[in-house]
T-cell receptor, first 114, second 115 residues
Framework: GAGVSQSPSNKVTEKGKDVELRCDPISGHTALYWYRQSLGQGLEFLIYFQGNSAPDKSGLPSDRFSAERTGGSVSTLTIQRTQQEDSAVYLC????????????FGQGTRLTVV | AQKVTQAQTEISVVEKEDVTLDCVYETRDTTYYLFWYKQPPSGELVFLIRRNSFDEQNEISGRYSWNFQKSTSSFNFTITASQVVDSAVYFCALSEANTGNQFYFGTGTSLTVIP
């Protein structure tokens, strides 16, 4: 596609449930990032994928969070046993070359845990 | 330590005024990249500019201009003759060539342009 696509746009889930967020990066972009933005806050780095290399998971806030990227393209961020503090907008971005070229962001998934 | 500092949390200006958004960064890398992004009320982050550490030339794009000064570790963004459509949150970001694993974002500056 022309841009980074994320689904769903909005997700409301009950506390304790698992959720999956999807990101489809720009075709040909080897680097993919997940960030989290809480209401009125800045961007918090979660995880980074570069090609077939092992991902940088240093930003994941707990072991309830995991992500994978299949075939070097689509990525899924999974949050298990969701908590209210997980409520945020989850942003995915891709770039042609990791960190050296601009990252282009999707519209985000707004997650609300009730 | 915060790698990117945007000290201005909120700024309000009247339409047609000029406004400068400050960005100060911190890095030990000699090769790094600086970015500005705009986040309008719709929420999607829009890329504005990328600058590498070896290019200190100022850049102008329409009403937008950027002033990169390595001596003060600053990468400031000026909007000339502001318009209501410029109202958004603006983020400055840094990436380092040695790691390149993430973009370090500032906390953003919320700009409101009053008609």
């Amino acid at each position: 596609g022309a841009g980074v696509s994320q689904s769903p746009s909005n997700k409301v889930t009950e506390k304790g449930k698992d959720v999956e967020l999807r990101c489809d990066p720009i075709s040909g972009h080897t680097a993919l990032y997940w960030y989290r933005q809480s209401l009125g806050q800045g961007l918090e780095f979660l995880i980074y994928f570069q090609g077939n290399s092992a991902p940088d998971k240093s930003g994941l806030p707990s072991d309830r969070f995991s992500a994978e990227r299949t075939g070097g393209s689509v990525s899924t961020l999974t949050i298990q046993r969701t908590q209210q503090e997980d409520s945020a907008v989850y942003l995915c971005a891709s770039s042609l070359v990791s960190g050296l070229s601009a990252a282009f962001f999707g519209q985000g998934t707004r997650l609300t845990v009730v | 330590a915060q790698k990117v500092t945007q000290a201005q949390t909120e700024i309000s200006v009247v339409e047609k005024e000029d406004v400068t958004l400050d960005c100060v960064y911190e890095t030990r890398d000699t090769t790094y990249y600086l970015f500005w992004y705009k986040q309008p009320p719709s929420g999607e982050l829009v890329f504005l500019i990328r600058r590498n550490s070896f290019d200190e030339q100022n850049e102008i794009s329409g009403r937008y201009s950027w002033n990169f000064q390595k001596s003060t570790s600053s990468f400031n963004f000026t909007i000339t003759a502001s318009q209501v459509v410029d109202s958004a949150v603006y983020f400055c970001a840094l990436s380092e060539a040695n790691t390149g694993n993430q973009f370090y974002f500032g906390t953003g500056t919320s700009l409101t342009v009053i008609p």
